[in-house]
């Protein structure tokens, strides 16, 4: 098989150049593109955005447009955080895709050698056995035409369609607009299919409207996984997809495979404004490594499986009403940059890094915060092999 040329990150050829000009980069610009909150209040005053703080964030000629519920204008973080040891090219995560779909999205190949070495490493998912390094399922509802419409979220498929044909030997299945029962049914089935062609991994991206859902327990409010809205308003729970996820759950051929499931939309209806920095010094806890055993011959009920939220618990999620919401806008950028030599879990610690260094602005002009979550039971490392194929090895 011919091997396609190393890639490295050309700033100029996906719109992330910027000027090293102070003067240029604290220019406000024009024709503003709206960042809206997944769950919006028709409730709310509706307000035109005429500037943008940040041209590094924006494209010059992007059409003007509103912001819905509370306005938020995106700034910029702190210039002087970089990272080191990266990428070429590849200095900050915070620099998102500058201009809606199509726009190109390229990925840093793995080496050949690491790859090769990495792929027999058993600390490591060996997703280069299978037929297909994995399946990408992507659920999309945009409720079009809705007052809440999730405009934007269109960029969002076409960023992560881009991404995952980039990172090559991955089946993409798409399934827009959804009712909540059929989102059930696409999942379920995918999960217990015996016709389904094997694979390394699996990768669930869930985007619609969503909340918490709260009960009672000893006579105090608590907050549950929360919903996800289906395109008919419908209800479908988080804890029915968890459920399906498990090693335990009826008919599941997934067993001791990677399962990763992405869900961009709100969990409640408070907004992050964000607090002060002020760092605390904690004392340092180590601990010796437990010594290596054997393979079980049974398995937990729950394993394997990353779980990542774009915000906490009872908060809402943020998303640009061109360029998609920032959450799978950081997973796009800090998987194209990083994937060649840092496993999933790694990667999305640093997209945890990039959403939190986000900031909005409220028509109060308070700031506004986001910040995404982990929750994962993986058990080895899990290295998404960029640019290799799996009949390579």
Request: hydrophobic share 30%; charged share 30%; proline share 5%.
């Amino acid at each position: 098989m011919s091997e396609r040329p190393p890639r490295t990150i050309d700033e100029n050829e996906i719109g992330l150049n910027e000027s090293k000009n102070k003067e240029e980069n604290s220019t406000n610009f024009n024709n503003a593109m709206p960042l809206a909150h997944e769950e919006r209040s028709q409730d709310e005053t509706i307000r035109p955005v005429t500037t943008v703080p940040n041209k590094a964030s924006y494209a010059d000629n992007s059409p003007t447009g509103q912001y819905e519920d509370a306005a938020v204008i995106p700034n910029k973080p702190d210039d002087s955080r970089t990272f080191t040891g990266d990428a070429e090219g590849a200095k900050d995560d915070y620099f998102e895709i500058t201009s809606p779909p199509p726009s190109p999205i390229v990925v840093v190949d793995c080496p050949k050698r690491d790859a090769s070495r990495l792929s027999k490493d058993e600390e490591y998912y060996p997703i280069l056995d299978a037929e297909f390094k994995g399946y990408i399922l992507i659920f999309n509802n945009v409720f079009e035409n809705a007052p809440d419409e999730r405009k934007g979220s269109e960029a969002d498929v076409e960023h992560l369609k881009r991404l995952w044909k980039e990172i090559g030997g991955c089946k993409i299945l798409d399934h827009p607009n959804l009712s909540a029962e059929d989102m059930k049914y696409e999942i379920r089935r995918f999960v217990t299919s015996k016709k389904r062609k094997p694979c390394g991994f699996v990768a669930f991206f869930i985007m619609s409207h969503g909340d918490s859902e709260y009960y009672y327990q000893e006579s105090a409010e608590r907050i549950g996984e929360g919903y996800i809205e289906g395109n008919d308003r419908k209800k479908l729970m988080m804890s029915e997809i968890l459920e399906m996820m498990k090693n335990s759950y009826p008919g599941t051929t997934l067993r001791d495979i990677p399962k990763l499931v992405f869900v961009q939309a709100c969990r409640g209806k408070m907004l992050d404004r964000g607090v002060r920095n002020e760092r605390i010094q904690s004392a340092v806890v180590t601990d010796k490594r437990s010594e290596k055993t054997g393979m079980a011959s049974k398995i937990p009920e729950t394993s394997d499986t990353l779980i990542s939220y774009a915000t906490q618990k009872g908060y809402k999620a943020l998303r640009h009403e061109s360029f998609g919401s920032w959450f799978i806008n950081a997973i796009v950028n800090v998987f194209r940059k990083h994937a060649s030599h840092k496993h999933v879990l790694d990667l999305m610690t640093k997209v945890n890094d990039s959403v939190s260094r986000r900031s909005g602005q409220l028509q109060s002009g308070e700031e506004c915060k986001e910040m995404s979550e982990i929750n994962s039971t993986l058990r080895r490392n899990l290295l998404l092999f960029p640019g290799r194929e799996n009949e390579e090895y």
